[in-house]
T-cell receptor
Framework: GAVVSQHPSRVICKSGTSVKIECRSLDFQATTMFWYRQFPKQSLMLMATSNEGSKATYEQGVEKDKFLINHASLTLSTLTVTSAHPEDSSFYIC????????????FGPGTRLLVL | AQTVTQSQPEMSVQEAETVTLSCTYDTSESDYYLFWYKQPPSRQMILVIRQEAYKQQNATENRFSVNFQKAAKSFSLKISDSQLGDAAMYFCAYRNAGGTSYGKLTFGQGTILTVHP
């Protein structure tokens, strides 16, 4: 089946630093990837849609300058949390679809971010 | 905008018994997909079952089946012969089949399922 990886799986950083999270589709090409944020025991909230070769589309209330998304190739999207603060601590999950007509998204294993 | 509601924050079931998780949704679209995802303690999202809105037949995957009531906008998940490995958080999710929001998933609040031996 389709496999999506994320790196790193866990990161701890100091307040004010930037953190980059990678999302890769390992055995398929994905023109679109999605980034979600999840707090403990809560649902997944879509942050943005990452489109290969174009600007990401952000959901209402998500700061574009805070959460930078780059989708430079058909297998890689990156989320950079700039000037991280403790309130950015969360679980970040990406997903991808093998092709535009695909009905199903495949999820990465997630990245746990802790900002001290 | 579409909304998905799971009214059961927590459910429990005895091993080998059957449990049903509820989900309702709201949409003005006629063509869409509905999903149930499982999130175990590892937090990896796992697709359990998918239903296309244009299909009248309820989807089934081994011990998992759905009761899709399009007019009522209801999409419940039945787990038969529950196993300890079924313990997880379950999310109901909605996705338009086309349009500008293509591909975007809207999730319900989730239901934590506990399986007792």
């Amino acid at each position: 089946g389709a496999v999506v990886s994320q790196h790193p799986s866990r990161v701890i950083c100091k307040s004010g630093t930037s953190v980059k999270i990678e999302c890769r589709s390992l055995d398929f090409q994905a023109t679109t990837m999605f980034w979600y944020r999840q707090f403990p025991k809560q649902s997944l909230m879509l942050m943005a849609t990452s489109n290969e070769g174009s600007k990401a589309t952000y959901e209402q209330g998500v700061e574009k300058d805070k959460f930078l998304i780059n989708h430079a190739s058909l297998t890689l999207s990156t989320l950079t949390v700039t000037s991280a603060h403790p309130e950015d601590s969360s679980f970040y999950i990406c997903s991808a679809s093998p092709q535009r007509g695909s009905k199903t998204q495949y999820f990465g294993p997630g990245t746990r971010l802790l900002v001290l | 905008a579409q909304t998905v509601t799971q009214s059961q924050p927590e459910m429990s079931v005895q091993e080998a018994e059957t449990v049903t998780l509820s989900c309702t949704y709201d949409t003005s679209e006629s063509d869409y997909y509905l999903f149930w995802y499982k999130q175990p303690p590892s937090r990896q999202m796992i697709l359990v079952i998918r239903q296309e809105a244009y299909k009248q037949q309820n989807a089934t995957e081994n011990r998992f089946s759905v009761n899709f009531q399009k007019a009522a906008k209801s999409f419940s998940l039945k787990i038969s012969d529950s196993q300890l490995g079924d313990a997880a958080m379950y999310f109901c999710a909605y996705r338009n089949a086309g349009g500008t929001s293509y591909g975007k998933l809207t999730f319900g609040q989730g239901t934590i399922l506990t399986v007792h031996p």
